[in-house]
Structures are given as C-alpha cells and as structure tokens.
C-alpha cells in the first residue's frame, strides 16, 4: 500500500490502528487472540506475496474456509493488494459452488483443511481444462508460498496496474436468494466504507467494545455488520465459525462482549437455552438482528434482560445496511425495522405504476447512497434490472409511518392475490407466531380455481405442546381479515431454510403443494 491509494481503501485500516494501539487485540478466534500489530504484519507480508507471485489488480481470491483470524489477514492483504476477495459459503454442495466458481473466475481458491476435499470436488465439477490453483489459508499455507496465479477465462485482468483506487471492487458476495443463477453483488472500497461509516453513527463503536461475530464469513453481514466497523476504530471481534447458544452465552459473559449481530433463529436458540435465564449479560448493551423479520414477543424477551436488541434490514446490494431503529429507541418500536441509516435514502414507489409513494403509505423499497454495489459480477442485465432512475429497487414492500418509520411487510414476489386481495405472508406468519404452540412458520400462497391464490400454512409444533389444524386456523381468524387466514395448515418437523437464517420459499411451496396434494388423496 502506497499514499497514492485512495482516501477511502480499507487496506489501511490495519495499519492506521497498529501505529496507535500495536498490542491492542483485533480477534479472538477460538480462544487465540491476533493484536493489531500482528494483523497489520501478516496483512502486509500476504499483500506482497500476491504481488511477487503475479496478482493483477481486479484478480479475484476465492475462498471456501469457516471464519477465522487466517480469512481476516486475508481480507485485508487483498484489500492492501487491489484484489477482491470472493468468501464462498461450504455449506453449498459441489454442484452449486462450481456454478459460483465458474461465473467468479478467481485467480486462485484459498481453502483450509475441513473443506480441501469438497474444493477439489466443486473443482472438478467445473469442467475448465486449467484448473484454478488452490492453497491452504493462514501462516502455514498461502502466507508462506502461493501458486501462480490463474488470469481467467475472459483474458486480461479486469483492472490495469497502478495503485488501489476507492471504487476499486474489494468484496464479492453471492446473494443468498433462490434464483436460478447464481448472482455475485460486488462492493468497492468506497461502498464498504460508506457503509461502516453510517453504521457508526447509529452503533457507536470505539476502542473499548468486544463485538461478538457469528455470521458466516461468505454473508456480506459477516464483515460490513460490526466486524469491519470494529477493525476500523481499535475494538475486538470474537469470530465464532459456528452458533452453539451455550457457547455463546459463555462468551458474552467471559469475554465482556458489548454488542453483537444475528438472524432471528440465533436470538430464539439463545432465549431457549436452559442457561438463558440466569446468564450475565451486563456487559451487553445492544444487539442487531437481521435477515428476516423478528417475532415480537421474541424481542421484548431481550429487552426483559436489559439487552437494546432492535430490528435492522438490509439487503446484500446495499452493502448491506439500509434501516435501524436506534438503540435508545428499541422498546417503543417493537417491530419496525427503522429510519434510514445516515448517507443512505429511501423511498416508497407503487408496485404497479411505480409513481412515487408519498408520506405514510407503501409501497416496493427503493434505496441510494454512496454504500450501494457497483453490480452483479458478468451480468449487466440482472443489474440493470435492479436499478430504477439511480434507485436501488428491493423487491421488497414497507410501510412507512407518519413520523418516517419503516416496517418491512413482505418480499414483493412473495405476496400472493386471493380473492383480488394483497395477502403479505410475513403478516400472517407473525400471527401464527403468536400461538404458544408454534416454533416456527411459514406461509404461501398455492394457485385455486375459485380465488386465484390462497393461503397454506407450514408449522412446526414447539416440543411437549398439543395443536391442530383447526385451532390454529381459528387463532388466524380472531386476529386477521378473512382473506388472510390459511386455508389450511400442515404440522411438519422441520422448514427449510437457506444459509443465512432464510425460509427457502421455494422449497417451502413444493412442500405446501406436496401435503395438500396428499390431503386430497
């Protein structure tokens, strides 16, 4: 890294913090703690190595690893060199993650032990007749010798050499949605700087905080959620490459940790755990849940134990964070998912006619501002498709309040018409939530001869409790329209869910189909 880089690349966080607090500790990962100092060493030597070895600015580094203080050093050695770091989830199967690694085209995959063999396995699976190098990750592996790099498939480096500009693309993330075809979201320097910077003026952070992480590495959210706002102002991250509630309620209290960021299963497992009750949680002033919408019994339960826990929302494309509700805030917005973030703007635009939605309303959610994306890796029509006139269009539908408050109701293609009415899933689910009996739900809308779409119902029963079908039909219908309610509801042991905490809706629907098929039998 020289001083022409600009203002705004990450690749100097490291540096700027190990100049003020060198012994200071940047992670704790698995009980060993890495200092700045430390950091800032092995992030410069690996930035190098890329550099003698032949990396061109723009080459991509894939990496299929858990999250780990190696997968830092890597993170901030690419940003360092003009590389982009492209984290792949290992939960995938071969199949899927060769499809990502064709359309990534990295200049090299960095694996570790636990996933060597399903790299190789993806690999071959992509048929390319030069394979893509691989290296084990860390100080014994990539930091120590690297393989030449591979100059993919579309020829010359996406970038020419010179130093590490701030729209310089630093992070490339595949989106967790059930499309198809895979898409790859790629952030800049810029995009993520931006991003961290309004996430500091809403959830302050300095030098003090110990910031627990549990989101996977290859979700945007497990670098622009706190950790990298934490790098960048001195505070310590513990990474956890699972979620144990047990474990995580030992760390919280052992390791003083001060803020953290999860999906709503995390918090229910937490709230469920024997140990939850009598847990020490003073050092835990705040929490952010995201991913999906979060019950609202389920937050008051935190707030009961003096944690601030307050829903967020954003989206992979925005980098990922669009709207918070304030900690200070957080017991009278039970619910909602908030005001925009600082640098970024929203706005509410009718689903049909796209005219703008104005004051209290709703309508599909359209964002900007300096954190947004700069595009889906190779495919300029699905990013064409998402913008509108320089707005981010979401595909997702809100409402807004009088006062400026946004609550998210439901994807816009997951709303389904019955009867030639709108019926949100989201909305329903968090009615059925509300039965003591129901661990979990989800709700969609199957095709009907006579109301065009109605409403099928997936629950799954909490453990040692009694329901049925028509009791819970009727617990829809005391609390919601007509054309709301399920028309029917199906017991099942398990939803699927995507990696990051997601219903699998399209899974979810087979399933529906599947069991009203049965019923019909």
């Given at each position: 890294?020289?001083?022409?880089?600009?203002?705004?690349?990450?690749?100097?966080?490291?540096?700027?913090?190990?100049?003020?607090?060198?012994?200071?500790?940047?992670?704790?990962?698995?009980?060993?703690?890495?200092?700045?100092?430390?950091?800032?060493?092995?992030?410069?030597?690996?930035?190098?190595?890329?550099?003698?070895?032949?990396?061109?600015?723009?080459?991509?580094?894939?990496?299929?690893?858990?999250?780990?203080?190696?997968?830092?050093?890597?993170?901030?050695?690419?940003?360092?060199?003009?590389?982009?770091?492209?984290?792949?989830?290992?939960?995938?199967?071969?199949?899927?993650?060769?499809?990502?690694?064709?359309?990534?085209?990295?200049?090299?995959?960095?694996v570790e032990e636990e996933t060597a063999t399903l790299a190789r396995t993806a690999l071959a699976r992509t048929g390319e007749t030069v394979p893509v190098p691989t290296a084990y990750l860390g100080e014994d592996g990539a930091e120590r010798a690297l393989p030449a790099p591979r100059h993919g498939s579309?020829?010359?480096?996406?970038?020419?050499?010179?130093?590490?500009?701030?729209?310089?693309?630093?992070?490339?993330?595949?989106?967790?949605?059930?499309?198809?075809?895979?898409?790859?979201?790629?952030?800049?320097?810029?995009?993520?700087?931006?991003?961290?910077?309004?996430?500091?003026?809403?959830?302050?952070?300095?030098?003090?905080?110990?910031?627990?992480?549990?989101?996977?590495?290859?979700?945007?959210?497990?670098?622009?959620?706190?950790?990298?706002?934490?790098?960048?102002?001195?505070?310590?991250?513990?990474?956890?490459?699972?979620?144990?509630?047990?474990r995580v309620l030992r760390l919280v209290e052992e390791r003083r940790v001060t803020t953290m960021m999860g999906v709503p299963t995390h918090y229910a497992r937490l709230a469920d755990h024997p140990r939850f009750g009598m847990a020490d949680f003073i050092s835990l002033r705040s929490a952010v849940v995201?991913?999906?919408?979060?019950?609202?019994?389920?937050?008051?339960?935190?707030?009961?134990?003096?944690?601030?826990?307050?829903?967020?929302?954003?989206?992979?494309?925005?980098?990922?964070?669009?709207?918070?509700?304030?900690?200070?805030?957080?017991?009278?917005?039970?619910?909602?998912?908030?005001?925009?973030?600082?640098?970024?703007?929203?706005?509410?635009?009718?689903?049909?006619?796209?005219?703008?939605?104005?004051?209290?309303?709703?309508?599909?959610?359209?964002?900007?501002?300096?954190?947004?994306?700069?595009?889906?890796?190779?495919?300029?029509?699905?990013?064409?498709?998402?913008?509108?006139?320089?707005?981010?269009?979401?595909?997702?539908?809100?409402?807004?309040?009088?006062?400026?408050?946004?609550?998210?109701?439901?994807?816009?293609?997951?709303?389904?018409?019955?009867?030639?009415?709108?019926?949100?899933?989201?909305?329903?689910?968090?009615?059925?939530?509300?039965?003591?009996?129901?661990?979990?739900?989800?709700?969609?809308?199957?095709?009907?001869?006579?109301?065009?779409?109605?409403?099928?119902?997936?629950?799954?029963?909490?453990?040692?409790?009694?329901?049925?079908?028509?009791?819970?039909?009727?617990?829809?219908?005391?609390?919601?329209?007509?054309?709301?309610?399920?028309?029917?509801?199906?017991?099942?042991t398990a939803l699927p869910y995507l990696s990051v905490g997601k219903v699998a809706r399209e899974q979810a629907l087979r399933a529906a189909l599947a069991a009203e098929e049965l019923e019909t039998r």
């Open positions: 890294m020289t001083f022409q880089d600009g203002p705004h690349t990450l690749g100097r966080w490291p540096a700027d913090r190990a100049r003020l607090h060198p012994d200071r500790v940047a992670v704790v990962d698995r009980g060993v703690e890495l200092t700045y100092a430390e950091l800032e060493r092995r992030a410069r030597t690996l930035a190098r190595a890329f550099a003698r070895a032949g990396y061109a600015r723009g080459d991509r580094v894939a990496t299929l690893v858990g999250n780990s203080a190696d997968h830092v050093v890597a993170f901030f050695a690419c940003a360092r060199a003009g590389l982009v770091l492209v984290p792949l989830s290992w939960r995938l199967t071969s199949a899927e993650l060769a499809d990502q690694l064709v359309l990534a085209d990295p200049a090299v995959l960095l579309q020829g010359a480096p996406a970038l020419p050499a010179g130093p590490v500009a701030d729209d310089d693309p630093v992070l490339m993330v595949f989106t967790s949605g059930s499309s198809a075809r895979p898409k790859a979201a790629v952030l800049s320097h810029a995009s993520c700087y931006w991003t961290n910077l309004s996430l500091s003026r809403t959830l302050e952070l300095d030098e003090s905080d110990v910031v627990l992480s549990v989101m996977p590495q290859f979700h945007v959210g497990g670098w622009n959620v706190q950790p990298l706002l934490a790098w960048w102002t001195g505070a310590t991250v513990v990474l956890e490459r699972g979620f144990d509630p047990g995201g991913g999906a919408p979060m019950p609202a019994p389920l937050l008051r339960i935190f707030h009961a134990r003096g944690v601030a826990l307050t829903q967020g929302y954003g989206l992979t494309e925005a980098g990922p964070n669009v709207l918070c509700v304030p900690p200070r805030e957080a017991l009278d917005r039970v619910g909602w998912a908030g005001v925009p973030y600082p640098h970024v703007d929203v706005r509410l635009a009718d689903p049909v006619t796209g005219e703008e939605v104005a004051g209290a309303g709703s309508g599909e959610l359209l964002v900007r501002g300096p954190g947004m994306f700069t595009g889906y890796f190779r495919d300029p029509e699905a990013t064409a498709a998402v913008w509108r006139d320089g707005w981010l269009a979401t595909g997702d539908v809100a409402v807004r309040d009088a006062s400026g408050y946004l609550r998210i109701v439901d994807r816009l293609r997951n709303i389904f018409i019955s009867g030639g009415e709108n019926v949100a899933p989201a909305e329903v689910e968090a009615v059925l939530q509300t039965h003591p009996a129901v661990e979990d739900v989800v709700v969609v809308g199957v095709p009907d001869e006579r109301w065009g779409e109605r409403g099928v119902a997936l629950v799954v029963r909490r453990a040692g409790t009694v329901t049925d079908e028509t009791e819970l039909i009727e617990h829809c219908r005391e609390r919601l329209a007509p054309f709301k309610v399920p028309s029917s509801v199906h017991l099942v």
